[in-house]
Structures are given as structure tokens and as C-alpha cells.
């Protein structure tokens, strides 16, 4: 196209000096609208360069080979300039300037949701990128007026669009309508501190860090309704909530920093299981802070310590996990949160490999790493068998009663001295 365009400027620009030159003895570089023109020109033809594409990034699958790819990194922003094509020098002159390049400095809370992805911005605002649009702004109601956030740390959204950002400096819980619109705020509460915030049907919950309880609210009315959390049972019982998550089914997902693990709750705070314990290995915790779960309860879950994802089935069994510490493709550094998004998978397929097929994407934070957040897909390759949970879980449950079935029989077959009791060694002597 540009090539095109540059024959055209050549032409008339031919024509143009024969028209300057006669124009006075001082010649057409002399003369005001010959040169005004020939700015216009430079312009234009500077606004024809365009920079070399980025480029590809190696692909990366989770879990490594052999094992069938189930998770595919496909991209990472930062900011507007990975969004945003730059602005040409010819639109920067006719708009009087570039737009100024906004760069996520802390992010935290994520979820994407028809076409957009929102993003808390601890030390700044709620920042909206339009995947349709390809821009990247504030959310304007949450910059100024009733709606303005101090401090957004988490939000969530319900199957009508609407937001809930939860700011525990505010000390309030803001929503805001499908267009960004404010609506009200929750709370606050004397003594209270939401740091996140999840609705199901027509309540809302709300994480309380301080009191260390699930605070329910009436979404319609916004009154305090009730809490759960610190109450009834040890396994219902709290100890330092941070994160939610709530599946199709109502049952909640309580990332607890306090007993290192994921506690589920049905809605009246009964304690419905946990995942997870205090440790270094897959399957355990140090440092658990996002929670997602997908449409078939498959439960994603940030670990800011070891720098990853882990999956688990619906029965809380390890699946897979992925990410690790460094700052290539896939990598995180400190992760904070983890959305599913059925919603946007259209806009990433482009980043796929031709081979593997997108069901959903998984959308990470990065709070201290260039890739502030990370785009997966979750998917099948064509070609492949998946084995079910079911089979997964089946196969598992037979290795591991193999193994404990070896180490009986070699226990039997080599069995330990054991030393006499206490009693009869006293007897000889």
C-alpha cells in the first residue's frame, strides 16, 4: 500500500515543482507554500515506516513432553505498547502528539469478560484493555467521582457484566453496571478490610482479611446481610482468607493463607473439604494466593512462593501444574492472580500453535516481572488421546497401591530385627 502511495507523492510532487519554480526568479525553495507543502510531504512519508515485526516466542505446553499438551502460553502485556499499534508521525501531526504510553506497575486482581479484560492496578487504578478495539485506558468511573478506587486490588463479574472491585483502602466494595458505570458501594464496615469479592445469584461475598470471615451482602439492596466463616466446625473455620472463587454449583473456594490451603464452603459456611497443606512439594502450598475454578470444577490456584499454577480435579487430586521463577515465556515472577475466560478465546487462537485448540484462556498477574500478565489457553492437539479425570485419578489409585503393596512384601520378605522390650533387656542383666 505504502508503495503505492510513495509513486503517487513522487508524481506530484514532480508536478508541484515545475508549478513553485515558476512562480519568482528565488525559485520554489523560497517560495512559503511550496515548502509548507513539502513539510506535508516528509510527513506523510515518515508516516509509511513501520517498525520490524516482534518476534515469535518459542511455543510452550504444560505439562512437557511426552505427556499431551493441556495448557499452551500464547502471549504477555504490559501495557499500551504491546497493545497499540504506535501512532504514525502523520497521525501523531494531525492529533498534535502521541499518546502517552500507560505501563501496569502492580497489578493484582484480573477477569475478562465479552470482548474486555480488566485489570486492578494496585498503585494506580482499574485499567480496561478492548481486545476488539485494541486500546488500553483507565476506567473512567473508577478515576474520578463516587466510583473513584484508592486502592483496587481485586475484581470479579457476574453474568450480567457488572464489576466488583474490592478496595480494601476504601474500604468498600464498588460495582460498577455492563458499561463501566458506578452503581454503589458495599460497606464499609467498622473494623473491616474486603481485599475480594465474588456474587453468586443475588448476594454478594466479601473476603475480610481483618476479621477473617466471608462477609454476604444483598446485592439489590446492598445491606450487610450475614458472615461465614468463623463459626461451627475446625474444617469451616478461617484463618487468614486473601482470595475467592465461586463455581457453577455455589460452593465456595476460599484461598487460606492462614492453614495453607484452599477451603470449600457451601454457602452457609459449612466446610465441604480442603485442599492442599503446608509444604514444598506439587500438591502442597507456601504462599496461596489466587483461585479460579473452571466449568468442569477443575480449581486453579496462584502460589506466589513457588511461582506457579497448580490444577487440581474436582476431588482435590493434583492434575498438572505450570509456570516456574525466571522471565521467558511462561515464566512468573510473584503471581497474583488466575481468571478462566470462556469469553475471549477468539482474540488469542491467533497465538496458538496450529495443532492445539483452545477451549478456554487462563489470564495470570505478575506483580514484579516485565510480563505483568500472562495469556494461556487451555486446550486439546489434534491427534491426541486425553485420558478423563476419572481414568487419571483410577490410574493413579492403582500405582500407588502397587507401590504400597511392593514395599509390604519386601517387608515381609526382609524383615527388621526388633528390639527387645525395655523389660527383658533388664531381665539379663
Not at 499500551?80 to 505501563?103: N, W, Y
Not at 470449600?264 to 485442599?275: P, S
Not at 477468539?346 to 505478575?366: G, H, M, R, S
Not at 485420558?387 to 512384601?409: F, G, I, S
Request: neutral net charge; proline residues 7%.
Amino acid at each position: 500500500m505504502c508503495s503505492v502511495f510513495l509513486n503517487g507523492i513522487q508524481q506530484i510532487a514532480a508536478l508541484q515543482c515545475r508549478v513553485c519554480a515558476g512562480h519568482g526568479k528565488k525559485g520554489f525553495l523560497m517560495n512559503r507554500p511550496c515548502l509548507s507543502f513539502f513539510s506535508l510531504m516528509l510527513i506523510l512519508l515518515a508516516s509509511c515506516a513501520t517498525a520490524p515485526p516482534p518476534a515469535k516466542e518459542p511455543t510452550v505446553f504444560y505439562p512437557d513432553p511426552p505427556n499431551p499438551p493441556r495448557i499452551q502460553f500464547l502471549t504477555t502485556f504490559s501495557g499500551s505498547s504491546d497493545l497499540e499499534p504506535p501512532k504514525s508521525a502523520f497521525a501523531a501531526f494531525i492529533s498534535g502528539g502521541k499518546d502517552p504510553i500507560i505501563i501496569l506497575d502492580k497489578p493484582y486482581g484480573i477477569v475478562g469478560h465479552q470482548g474486555k479484560i480488566y485489570i486492578c492496578d494496585t498503585n494506580a487504578t482499574v485499567m480496561v484493555l478492548n481486545l476488539e478495539k485494541k486500546t488500553f485506558r483507565k476506567m473512567q468511573a473508577a478515576v474520578q467521582g463516587p466510583g473513584k478506587v484508592v486502592q483496587p486490588l481485586n475484581i470479579s463479574v457476574d453474568k450480567k457484566g457488572n464489576k466488583y472491585v474490592a478496595d480494601p483502602v476504601r474500604g468498600q466494595v464498588v460495582m460498577f453496571d455492563k458499561d463501566d458505570l458506578f452503581v454503589k458501594a458495599f460497606g464499609p464496615i467498622e473494623g473491616w478490610k474486603p481485599v475480594d469479592a465474588v456474587s453468586f445469584e443475588d448476594l454478594l461475598y466479601v473476603v475480610d482479611a481483618k476479621n477473617a470471615d466471608i462477609k454476604i451482602f444483598n446485592i439489590n439492596s446492598g445491606s450487610y446481610r450475614s458472615s461465614i466463616g468463623r463459626k461451627g466446625e475446625e474444617a469451616s473455620r478461617l484463618g487468614l482468607p486473601t482470595n475467592l472463587a465461586i463455581d457453577n454449583d455455589g460452593y465456595l473456594y476460599v484461598s487460606d493463607l492462614g492453614r495453607f490451603q484452599i477451603v470449600k464452603l457451601d454457602r452457609d459456611g459449612n466446610g465441604r473439604g480442603a485442599t492442599g497443606s503446608l509444604g514444598r512439594t506439587p500438591g502442597s502450598f507456601a504462599r496461596p494466593r489466587g483461585v479460579a475454578v473452571d466449568l468442569q470444577n477443575r480449581m486453579y490456584v496462584v502460589d506466589a512462593s513457588f511461582n506457579n499454577v497448580q490444577v487440581f480435579g474436582p476431588d482435590s487430586q493434583l492434575l498438572l501444574y505450570f509456570g516456574k521463577s525466571g522471565h521467558g515465556p511462561g515464566d512468573l515472577v510473584l503471581p497474583a492472580k488466575v481468571a478462566i475466560d470462556y469469553d475471549d478465546v477468539k482474540y488469542f487462537q491467533q497465538y496458538a500453535d496450529p495443532n492445539f485448540q483452545i477451549e478456554y484462556l487462563i489470564l495470570v498477574t505478575n506483580q514484579f516481572s516485565p510480563r505483568r500478565v500472562n495469556v494461556y489457553g487451555f486446550g486439546t492437539e489434534k491427534g491426541q488421546v486425553y485420558k478423563t479425570n476419572e481414568q487419571l485419578l483410577q490410574e493413579l489409585k492403582e500405582r500407588t497401591e502397587k507401590q504400597e503393596k511392593q514395599q509390604k512384601d519386601q517387608e515381609q520378605k526382609d524383615p527388621q530385627p526388633k528390639e527387645p522390650p525395655l523389660d527383658a533387656d533388664q531381665k539379663k542383666d
